[in-house]
Nanobody
């Protein structure tokens, strides 16, 4: 079983920055395509960003392009979400997700394509 833990959330002023981290247990971190999703109060969980096993391919939701950057360090078993120019609309619980993939360049965009999930970390952006 893979243990997934997010960290780095908190209260941020609009226009500010934050960096989320996601760590996963096990020696096969490099075997997983990964993604970030978020869920705001009263709304459905939505896709934010995805990254391939190698880190060479990334994909973003239109609402975060140019402001959020996904990356990973396979040597540290850690994925990141750098969040800049934050807006109150970014307020949500952010979830990290993993899925085993053979192809090193695949990115996955749908929540139902992921196998392992963290418990989430709250990001609140004040106006």
């Amino acid at each position: 079983q893979v243990q997934v833990v997010e960290s780095g959330g908190g209260l941020v002023q609009a226009g500010g920055s934050a960096r989320l981290s996601c760590t996963a247990s096990g020696r096969t971190f490099i075997s997983y395509a990964m993604g970030w999703f978020r869920q705001a109060p009263g709304k459905e969980r939505e896709f934010v960003a995805a990254i391939s096993r190698s880190g060479s391919r990334t994909y973003y939701a239109d609402s975060v392009k140019g402001r959020l950057t996904i990356s990973r360090d396979n040597a540290k078993n850690t994925m990141y979400l750098q969040m800049n120019s934050l807006e109150p609309e970014d307020t949500a619980v952010y979830y990290c997700a993993l899925v085993w993939r053979y192809n090193v360049n695949v990115v996955k965009l749908r929540a139902d394509e992921y196998t392992y999930w963290g418990q989430g970390t709250q990001v609140t952006v004040s106006s």
